[in-house]
């Protein structure tokens, strides 16, 4: 199982939430940085992942909490479908 950690004190913007993303999880180069995109990436997945979240709070106040609501809503229902494709 893949982890990918995401730390609010290092995140400034969107830019570089998607960053540290595509330094984990490689995106490939037609990468569109929306949730939409993370979403399609993620479901190609054959591999659990597990995100976490520190700063959460620092991440809310830079990126907009429904922003970062919506990015776990991502990470969730993809999870939810990677698990529903292989049962």
Do not use: S, W
């Amino acid at each position: 199982m893949m982890k990918i950690i995401i730390d609010g004190t290092m995140i400034q913007n969107k830019e570089d939430l998607y960053q540290a993303m595509d330094d984990v999880l490689h995106f490939p180069e037609y990468f569109g940085h929306n949730l939409d995109a993370l979403y399609d990436v993620l479901t190609e997945r054959t591999d659990r992942l597990t995100a976490e979240f520190f700063h959460y709070d620092l991440l809310t106040e830079k990126l907009g909490e429904e922003f970062c609501e919506q990015l776990c809503r991502v990470f969730l229902d993809a999870d939810a479908a990677v698990v529903r494709q292989y049962e």
